[in-house]
């Protein structure tokens, strides 16, 4: 039995803290996951959900650049922790993860929370997610199934440009195996490259919302979205300004959810 008065945790809220690579493991062409050491007897310290901030000094710029990522590794995860990154064109961060050796470092700080998610506070969750927005998504995911006193219903619509585009696949398609009761998980992408595709084709739409998700009218739900801008206004609604939740919007506010049954990540 772990005895988990001798777990530390590596996050402090008041600095940034320096985190050495171990190793770089592709997931597909521009995605991959990248594993960060910690002290053996340590622990990130990420509460469900949250997320760490990134520093780095990119440039000749002397001003860091900071940026939001949430951890794809278990909450209780010990001596490492792992970041699944997407690569982006112009995304000056993840540009810079992506150069990264192994034994170079990452500055982090945290633990943000995002929705403070409580056992047994909700009786389903639905999850609509885009791309690298999968991850607080994955994170809540994960957390949900590993506790036997949690019975929440979840399902997730995880939409992609294609099918070589759904990071985290063999673990999502893991999960849903192994709770087929709890968990129900479908996935759509923009166009199907092959007659095999037995997911749904196209984008997020209400006609989805309505036959996966949730109902509005229903006691104890909550539906999370995290995405790319444009999937985030049309689904929910943007965010506010300083990232706050803003209004309930898109094809949420049509379907009639209200401010409490909706988490923008």
């Known amino acids: 039995m772990i005895n988990n008065e001798s777990v530390s945790k590596a996050l402090d809220s008041k600095w940034f803290v320096g985190c050495k690579l171990l190793e770089k493991t592709p997931v597909n062409h521009d995605t991959a996951r990248f594993r960060f050491a910690l002290e053996p007897d340590?622990?990130?310290g990420l509460d469900i959900t949250s997320c760490i901030l990134v520093k780095a000094k990119i440039g000749s710029s002397f001003i860091p650049t900071m940026r939001p990522y949430t951890p794809v590794s278990p909450q209780d995860a010990r001596g490492y922790f792992d970041l699944v990154i997407k690569h982006y064109?112009?995304?000056?961060?993840?540009?810079?993860?992506?150069?990264l050796a192994?034994?170079?470092?990452?500055?982090i700080n945290g633990p943000m929370t995002k929705y403070p998610y409580k056992t047994g506070a909700l009786k389903e969750v639905g999850l609509i997610a885009g791309g690298s927005g999968i991850t607080p998504m994955f994170q809540l995911i994960q957390h949900v199934l590993e506790d036997p006193n949690d019975d929440t219903k979840l399902t997730l619509i995880f939409a992609n440009k294609s099918e070589d585009d759904i990071i985290l696949r063999?673990?999502?398609d893991s999960l849903a195996n192994n709770h087929p009761e709890q968990f129900?998980?479908?996935?759509?992408?923009?166009?199907?490259?092959s007659n095999d595709w037995k997911g749904d084709t196209g984008y997020v739409t209400k006609e989805l919302?309505?036959?996966?998700?949730?109902?509005?009218?229903?006691?104890?739900?909550?539906?999370?979205?995290c995405g790319p801008p444009p999937m985030m206004d049309k689904v929910s609604g943007s965010k506010g300004l300083g990232f706050k939740q803003g209004k309930v919007g898109g094809i949420l506010k049509e379907l009639g959810y209200n401010s409490q049954q909706v988490f923008k990540f």
Request: glycine share 12%; net charge negative.
């Open 42 to 44: 340590q622990e990130l």
């Open 89 to 99: 064109p112009n995304g000056k961060m993840s540009g810079h993860i992506h150069s």
């Open 102 to 107: 192994p034994g170079d470092i990452l500055e």
């Open 170 to 172: 063999s673990q999502l």
């Open 184 to 193: 129900k998980l479908h996935y759509i992408i923009d166009k199907a490259s």
């Open 209 to 225: 919302v309505q036959k996966y998700m949730p109902a509005a009218g229903t006691e104890g739900i909550l539906v999370g979205v």
